[in-house]
C-alpha cells in the first residue's frame, strides 16, 4: 500500500488510494510490486485469447463513507484520508483459504469485504504502445510528461 490520496472534485475532499497487481503474471510486470503497467492488453495463441490487461495494475480510490470501528476498535469502514492506515489495516489479513464457503475465512473474511465495499472508483491503466521503456520491470516508473 502506498500512502496517496485521489480528490473528490465534488467535495474537495481527499480519498484514500491504493495500488495492487496480478502477481501471477511476471511477464507483464505483475510481480514486482511496483505500478509499472505494460501496453499488453492480450495474446492470442494457438487461436485462444488471454487478456493480460497490462499486468492488472489496479487503481483503487476509496469513498469515505463512515468512520465506523468494531467493538475491539478495528475499522469497518474506510474513514476519512488517513495515509491509508485504517485501509491498511483492513486488508492486512492472512488469506489461508480461498476455497471456503466459511464467510470468516479467505478473501470472504469480514474486513476484507468491508473495505472494497467502499471502493469507489476502480480502474486498470496500460501505457500507450512505445512508452514501455518508462515502466522498467524492478523500478519505478518514469512518468512522461
Known amino acids: 500500500m502506498v500512502p496517496g490520496y485521489a480528490i473528490n472534485v465534488e467535495t474537495g475532499e481527499r480519498l484514500n488510494i491504493a495500488f495492487g497487481e ?11 510490486m511496483m505500478w509499472n ?18 499486468g492488472m495494475h489496479y ?6 463513507n463512515s468512520d465506523g ?3 475491539v476498535g478495528d475499522p469497518i469502514d474506510v474513514p476519512r484520508y488517513d495515509y491509508g492506515v485504517a485501509l491498511q489495516k483492513m486488508l492486512n489479513k492472512t488469506v489461508t483459504n480461498t476455497t471456503s ?12 469485504v468491508e ?12 501505457v500507450k504502445a512505445g512508452y514501455e521503456s518508462k515502466f522498467v520491470k524492478g523500478q519505478q516508473p518514469q512518468i512522461p510528461k
Open 22 to 32: 496480478n502477481s501471477g503474471d511476471s511477464i507483464n510486470n505483475g510481480r514486482d
Open 37 to 54: 503497467p505494460t501496453s499488453i492488453v492480450s495474446t492470442t495463441s494457438a487461436g485462444v485469447t488471454t487478456y493480460k490487461m497490462a
Open 59 to 64: 487503481i483503487y480510490v476509496f469513498a469515505h
Open 69 to 71: 470501528v468494531n467493538g
Open 101 to 112: 464457503h466459511n464467510p470468516n475465512t479467505g478473501y470472504a473474511q469480514a474486513s476484507i
Open 115 to 126: 473495505a472494497y465495499k467502499d471502493a469507489m472508483w476502480v480502474n486498470v491503466p496500460y
